[in-house]
């Protein structure tokens, strides 16, 4: 006979996946029923967010400890905890990632679409960082479309320390990416809970050290790696990538909506392909029309942080990164700048 007692007590030890505290500590067992006959348990659960993996590793640890109690089967619904009770726990609202990471500040790079540059802003952005001595890892979250090290010119894989994974280092930037995983351009096919897994091992099992700022380059949209990081990094904040095409900068407000409706503060916009400026003649084409950036980040009520032209890095064939724009290039200016003020933003 199976005994509710005994099932409640099972489900009470499992910790909230955001919070970290127990369920029976935070209210968080709504119901529990039992159909004798068909050995079925039915339980209602309230967590402080719902979707993404951390939900799916609850659930499953709950399907584990009843079933191997008595259970046959059993169904789950979740909902999320009231206002007053995520109040009380707003303290150790911080998810196991960050209180691992606890004095690291996360940036998320999002764009609405692809083909605005946002890999090319992530790199760039994290190496002015580096350049003004804060300490930078980037994770390269674009799990299908990954392109950071060859961005970086990043020949070498990562290392080993004991079960943990060394990122590789360049430019000051601790890099982590699917590319270092794979065989050379063969696709991965995942479904979404892989891809979730795949990001937390990003955080869990690297070897970070000390750092100032871990940047996330984002695949375009808000798709499940999105929705995951979302998850993972309840505190994280994003910097949104568009260019001044009226679509791209409509499309970018979905990724903008989205960060507003997860609670992550917007650091502010980056229009990127802003301009075209001949080195002849001086004069300026708006290749792609004018003022997206400044529309979206009005839309969205935070800053832009600066318009970035359309301008090719100098290449320098015996220390090649095709997309990293050297300090004293016109874009290392403005990446310097923005870096600038995503430190006075951030405090750090």
Known sequence: MLS????IELIGQLKDPVIDQP???TGGIKELTIKEEKEHVSVKLAIAKLGGQPQLDLQQQVVEALKTNGANTVGIRFEELDAATLEQY????ASPVERKLENVEFISIASGKGGVGKSTVSVNLAVALARLGKRVGLVD???????V???MGITERPGINGQMIVPVERFGVKVISMAFFVEENAPVIWRGPMLGKMINNFFEEVEWGE????????PPGTGDVALDVHTILPKSKEIIVTTPHPTA???AARAGAMALQTDHEILGVVENMSYFESKETGNREYVFGQGGGAKLAEELHTDLLGQLPLAQPEWDEADFAPSIYDENHQLGYIYQAMAEKIISKTNR
């Open 4 to 7: 509710r007692e005994l099932m």
């Open 23 to 25: 369920l029976k500590e």
């Open 90 to 93: 707003r303290g150790e609202a």
């Open 141 to 147: 979250a674009d799990i299908y479309g990954f392109s």
């Open 149 to 151: 090290p060859d961005m």
């Open 211 to 218: 750092l100032d700022y871990i940047l996330l380059d984002l």
């Open 249 to 251: 900068a409509f499309v």
